[in-house]
């Protein structure tokens, strides 16, 4: 007797839903630690939910005691979870300055990191990462189906009718293992967005401080220039009484159109920095205003206690760390791969054959059945060869990342000690004496016992000092950034 089975598989109610992620937002209406809540007034959800305010749990409570009413804040949030995963504290972002209202570096520094698109874009990512790692986690899905035997009818108009249900049991911690190394993918993440607030916030700091020593230099300039201009008088009175000749007149001329395009050179120079600074902090509109800040006192940095400080906390070698993780995570779940699954299935279907030597039909029949693949030939050999390989490629670049900032932290502290010194023997030594060496000059001319030029010589020499000593502070402070940085190079856009 043949016998004719037909299985209709159609997908069923999944066990677990399949949750999307959404980006949350929303202000702040009330915070309590004690039941670990937040009363959020948010913004709409498209596809979800529209905007309201309700009391949404919080996964990261230890967030609470940062958060205040009125507060904004962003976080994850689940389809049908009202948890708030993830919840971070938004940095508001700073509005234009009044006109002639001076700067501070923190206002540009927050103002960098509410607008920069960048910083978004690989948080974006890290969110990304995360609903990756929370569907690696989530169970297999049961199959339902229908199922027939002999429904013809046969011999005897008999047959079966029924459904089915089958389910794959995960064993091994396969579910478990994946999750990790998912996780580990979201650790990356989280540092890559470290990695470019950091690139973002030494870029805001580099501008910030050639702002300043351009600041400094146009008001050294303009006082070369209000200088060489007193001096042209000065020339033209003094040949008058014969005291000086044509020739130094026509030197004085000279100098002062030196220093007027000095002046003009350094506004130029301060506009583009400006420029650079105002694209750095995101905001390209941002009007030129004074900056609040000290340049002359160059941060006093150790390179032993730097280097450590690099190797524990720089966001490249903690990729580079989250890398070896993941690489772990990934041997772990190779060898979990080759355990076998349980598969289940039972039956249930109604006999119609009727039972020898009556009328009466068979009735509900069940029928079970349990499966396991058997590793024989496919056991992920290669796959785990291929992750222990995977291991020691990770762990040799977390080695050389370190070694990297260490010669990379060498280079730039031999800089960075350089322009200190070069920029205290300017303050401590060369511009007292300079200063003092016009005076004398000065006082020499101004009791007739001396010649008018070594007064003008004296003060080219000061104020070229003072612009060579602006340039060290400004190379000390690019040097100082550098290194506390941990030599992350900028890339903030």
Known sequence: MKRLMLLLTLAGPPLVPAQTAHVFRGKVIQVSVENKTLTVLNEPIEGWMGSMTMGFPVENSEVLATIHPDDQITATVYDGDFTLHNVALVTPVQASPAAGAALRLDQLEAMALARNPSLRQVESMRQAAEGTAHQAGLYPNPTVGYYGDEIRGGYSAGGKQGGFVSQTIVLGGKLGAARRLATTETGQAAASVELQRARIIYAVRVSFYKVLAAQRLVDVRDRQSA?????????????NTGQVDRA???QAELELHQAELGAATARQNLRMAWRLLAADAGNPELPQAPLEGDLDSLPDLQFEGVVARALQESPEVTIAQRTLDRASAALDSARKAPIPDLTLSG????????IEGTARETGLQGGAQIGVQIPIFNRNQGNIAAARAGIETARAALDREKLRIRRMLSNLFFEYETARDTASKYRTEMLPRAAEVLGMYQSNYQGMAGPYPPVLLAQRTLFQLQVDALRALEGGW?????VQNYGIASNAR
């Open 248 to 250: 130094d007149i026509l």
């Open 478 to 482: 690019q040097s100082a950034l550098a």
């Open 227 to 239: 200088l060489a201009s007193d001096t042209v008088v000065t020339s033209r009175q003094l040949a």
């Open 347 to 354: 039956t249930l279907a109604h006999n119609f054959e009727p």
